[in-house]
């Protein structure tokens, strides 16, 4: 029967000569294709050894791996992850395995026997009476007895599935457990890596042209969660080899033993029953960890690191990782491969534009808490859009010019300047130059053609938003981070195989870790292998209906990633994702907070306690208590709009007070809103005013102290250090270096803040050549030589002057190192 799909429409009169054509190759084919089948299928192999001896050749797979050095200057072509992986397995075609018609299933109403053997006669009452009853359900098998109801003769029975020869269980059971739950056979789980290492192994050697028995290589390492947020029982550690794309290696954590919870509600954790159980049970139990979810993601890497040698044959030289955890820096203290090895570590550059859009958003409410603004929809500041864009610009800037350090830099700095640009002042000396630059100025030269408005661009930056966004960019650009970008890699791989995970084992279902180990496993079959290698290497007999699946699943995904992987596609999520970014801030703005009031007062009106409420959102018990009176007052708790209390101060006001405290920097809070109410005429508070310091971007610190010297203490001390440059050790061993302290013995040490901006530290007017405050204090001086010390010698009450400074410190003390000495 052809296939007849939802676009199928019922032809019209008679077939045109080009659809019998065409219909006269199908059947061709049809037949070519049956006949192969029947032919491969007295050649089929009794076991999976023949398929992981094909998978252990792959290794004469020829697969072209373009060299950037030998492609320099061209463009190289890209082709995308999953055709990559595919295709360093050999191509199986059906004709490679068995592929059987009778091994397939037929779902069937019961009632349907009736009707299919209500012609047939009974060989002894000779009668229509025939009719097939279903006893003793095994699962998903049934026993199936053909008998007659006249004379209730039983003809034969039989089981609606076949045993397994192993292991006796149905063959039905099994297939739809795997189908349904993806289930796998944990011994599976060797075999299956072993192939994806012998493949990793065979790429690395090929490139290095050596063959060794453990060899060094880069991975992608990353860690997951079974459940959102930092409680989960579970997580997951996996490494991917960088060159190749596959997994090779992956640790489970788990927090949580069914079996160990039900003995010790039963017997009592601390209770001899629950000892001697726990002997028995200790080898398998699935508790393995103990600590915080968080710590699971530095825990399985150094169990996988620790491990790779031995179950590998590989080290993880070089890891590419995420700056949020704490991994690198633990492998690095433990030294795994010992002193001489050091990891190195390669950074994410998706993660590394992330802080770049981190560092906007943050300038943006540091700049605003001064007073300044670089936010908002005004021509030039800093809206999200601009900033997402801006960390686009940043991504590809590193992914087009790595490895070479100097050309990301100038890069990256080149779309700042771009977009900073107007026709006043163009800054487009770091943009590409030629008539195929992406900057439209340096396309315009090159083509000798008047450059168009700066109007007309799209992302555009104020000179205020660019002097207060270059620090970040600096920051950004530094030679360290970027040399640790240069391999120009992502963890995509890593989120990738973690959607396929969670896919098998939904997040918001709870699972046992057996469960859990089984679907990673088969996420991993299907992510390195693809479907039907993944089906080939479990199973020797296939089915056509299981070929035809399998195939059309993998086709599916390439066509897919090659959908994906297009320019028009990719131009089309980014926009679709900018417009969707804009259209969630407009609504949040508009909207405030809407829902975290009425999940207040849900949990209230189910009887919690203010404080408990309050505890668990983290904020302060009379808020609660504020929204749960409003609710039972006017029904609602949604705030009302209003101005809100009027300022006590108007923006005049406030640059009085920012220039009073410019103007003498000593003055305390109280001092200045006692200035203010006298220029004013109106009551300000010193908080008011503290307020408004803040806001001009002052702040209360302590200034720096220096030594007064004058022109003549500079000269000699310069003098004295040419005289002295040249001393050696037994030369200096005759010096001694001296200097006193004083420790207040007040709890308040009279010192005077200054109201300064931050960074402003060493500026002149904030540093102060003597630091004078009052209250009692001790004196104390130590001096110290090389290879000796002095004994602390403390003053008593009263001022030290020359005299008592001789008598009590250089009589006593330096006579007695000198005679030391």
Avoid at 399 to 427: E, Q, W, Y
């Amino acid at each position: 029967m052809d296939a007849i799909s939802r676009r199928y429409r019922k032809p019209k009169g008679r077939p045109s000569k080009r659809r019998n054509l065409c219909a006269s190759k199908v059947q061709k084919r049809w037949g070519e294709n049956h006949m192969q089948s029947d032919s491969d299928s007295t050649m089929c192999a009794k076991n999976s050894d023949i398929l992981l001896a094909e998978n252990s050749l792959i290794m004469d797979t020829e697969i072209s791996i373009s060299d950037e050095g030998s492609h320099a200057g061209e463009k190289e072509q890209y082709l995308n992850a999953s055709v990559s992986k595919l295709q360093m397995f050999p191509s199986t075609s059906t004709s490679t395995f068995c592929t059987s018609e009778k091994s397939t299933y037929v779902l069937m109403n019961n009632d349907m026997w009736s009707a299919l053997l209500s012609n047939t006669k009974c060989d002894e009452c000779d009668m229509c009476s025939l009719e097939v009853e279903c006893n003793s359900a095994y699962g998903f098998s049934t026993k199936i007895e053909l008998k007659c109801k006249s004379c209730r003769k039983i003809f034969n029975s039989v089981f609606s599935s076949p045993r397994d020869d192993d292991s006796k269980c149905f063959d039905a059971n099994k297939k739809l457990v795997e189908a349904f739950l993806k289930i796998e056979k944990c011994s599976f789980k060797e075999d299956i890596l072993e192939i994806f290492r012998k493949v990793v192994r065979k790429h690395h050697e090929d490139l290095l042209g050596t063959a060794n028995s453990v060899i060094d290589i880069t991975v992608s390492y990353d860690g997951t969660w079974q459940k959102r947020g930092h409680s989960s029982l579970y997580g997951i550690g996996i490494v991917i080899d960088i060159l190749t794309g596959l997994i090779i290696d992956y640790e489970i954590l788990s927090k949580y033993c069914p079996e160990c919870t039900t003995a010790k509600r039963d017997h009592g954790e601390n209770s001899a029953e629950y000892s001697i159980w726990y002997k028995s049970h200790q080898e398998e139990c699935s508790e393995n960890y103990v600590g915080s979810s968080n710590a699971m993601e530095v825990k399985a890497a150094e169990i996988l690191w620790k491990r790779s040698i031995k179950n590998c044959g590989m080290r993880y030289v070089s890891i590419l990782s995420d700056g949020d955890a704490k991994t690198y820096q633990h492998l690095s203290s433990l030294n795994v491969y010992g002193n001489c090895i050091k990891i190195a570590k390669e950074e994410c550059i998706s993660h590394v534009a992330k802080r770049l859009g981190t560092g906007l958003r943050n300038k943006i409410l540091e700049s605003r808490n001064k007073g300044i603004t670089i936010g908002g929809r005004k021509e030039g500041n800093l809206k999200e859009n601009t900033i997402v864009k801006l960390t686009n610009f940043y991504r590809k800037a590193i992914k087009d010019n790595a490895p070479d350090v100097r050309k990301m830099k100038g890069a990256i700095l080149a779309t700042l300047f771009h977009c900073s640009s107007t026709d006043k002042t163009p800054k487009h000396s770091k943009c590409p130059t030629g008539s195929t630059s992406w900057c439209f100025y340096q396309r315009a030269l090159a083509k000798n053609e008047s450059p168009m408005s700066h109007s007309l661009m799209k992302t555009k930056l104020s000179e205020q938003v660019l002097e207060k966004i270059l620090p970040v960019y600096q920051r950004l650009v530094n030679d360290e981070l970027l040399e640790r970008c240069s391999a120009g890699k992502t963890q995509n791989a890593n989120e990738s195989i973690h959607s396929v995970i969670w896919k098998n084992c939904p997040k918001e279902t709870f699972v046992s870790k057996k469960r859990l180990e089984m679907g990673v496993i088969s996420a991993i079959g299907g992510y390195n292998f693809g479907c039907f290698n993944s089906l080939a290497i479990k199973h020797n007999e296939l089915s056509f209906v299981s070929v035809d699946i399998s195939h059309k699943r993998d086709k599916r995904r390439l066509a897919q990633s090659e959908k994906k992987n297009s320019s028009d596609w990719r131009k089309k999520r980014i926009s679709n994702k900018l417009a969707k970014s804009s259209k969630i801030t407009k609504n949040i703005k508009k909207e405030g907070e809407t829902y975290r009031a009425g999940r207040i007062i849900g949990k209230l009106e189910e009887g919690r306690s203010v404080i408990s409420v309050a505890a668990e959102f983290g904020i302060a018990h009379s808020i609660v208590s504020r929204l749960w009176r409003q609710f039972k007052t006017t029904g609602t708790a949604i705030r009302g709009f209003s101005s809100g209390r009027p300022r006590g101060t108007t923006p005049a006001d406030d640059r009085y007070i920012v220039l009073q405290a410019r103007r003498n920097r000593r003055q305390t809070v109280g001092e200045i809103a006692r200035h203010a109410t006298q220029a004013t005429g109106r009551p300000i508070s010193r908080f008011t005013v503290a307020r408004g310091l803040h806001g001009g971007g002052l702040f209360a610190r302590r200034p720096v102290r220096c030594v007064p010297l004058t022109p003549a203490h500079r000269r000699r001390r310069s003098l004295w250090c040419r005289e002295h440059r040249n001393w050696r050790d037994n030369e200096w061993g005759r010096v001694l270096f001296t200097d006193e302290s004083r420790f207040s013995l007040s709890s308040d040490s009279h010192r005077i803040l200054i109201w300064r901006e931050r960074g402003s530290r060493n500026h002149p007017s904030n540093i102060i050549e003597r630091d004078r405050y009052g209250g009692r204090g001790v004196l104390v001086w130590g001096g110290i030589m090389l290879g000796s010390r002095t004994d602390l010698h403390i003053f008593d009450a009263g001022s030290v002057n020359g005299t008592r400074y001789c008598n009590e410190i250089l009589l006593p003390y330096v006579r007695v190192s000198r005679s030391f000495r």
